[in-house]
């Protein structure tokens, strides 16, 4: 069966910029925090939590009662997948849409000085690497 996202972030973790946010229109129930809040508070809960367990790992998973988020980190980059459930094909999905996306955009993520278009193309890299996301939900850009 398709999983439905929320939500797909990519953060650069080092200044806590979000530099890529696809929404799903088709999953919105209620409002949505904005990206930009965000991001700053994912990169502040991973070195909180790395602060108090003395660990240098990465976050991978936060589970709630309803949704799931799925961290990937790549360098200076997280992605962050916030969905319904969790299982293989998310975890490798994500984890090859942020090598990929890595690859793709390193010159501008490595250089970023502030200009998020630059990372617009990233939707592509949805269709490729996360092919169990219902096709209306990628029907309209939501950068």
Same mark, same amino acid.
């Given at each position: ?47 909180? &939590? ?7 790992? !990465?976050?991978? %998973?936060?589970? *709630?009662?309803?949704?799931? #988020? ?47 278009? &630059? ?7 949805? !269709?490729?690497? %996360?092919?169990? *996301?219902?096709?209306?939900? #990628? ?5």
């Amino acid at each position: 069966l398709p999983f439905d996202v929320y939500q797909l972030l990519v953060i650069n973790s080092e200044q806590g910029v979000t530099l890529y946010s696809f929404v799903n229109e088709f999953r919105r129930e209620g409002s949505l925090t904005h990206s930009a809040l965000k991001s700053p508070a994912i990169v502040a809960i991973q070195n909180l &939590v790395q602060e108090i367990s003395h660990a240098e790992g !990465h976050i991978i %998973l936060i589970g *709630m009662s309803d949704r799931i #988020l799925i961290m990937k980190s790549k360098k200076q980059i997280v992605s962050v997948l916030i969905c319904e459930r969790n299982s293989y094909f998310v975890n490798q999905g994500l984890e090859d849409f942020t090598n990929r996306f890595y690859e793709k955009f390193e010159s501008h993520i490595v250089n970023f000085v502030g200009n998020v278009d &630059v990372f617009k193309d990233a939707k592509l890299l949805i !269709h490729e690497h %996360l092919p169990f *996301m219902r096709k209306e939900s #990628l029907m309209e850009s939501a950068n």
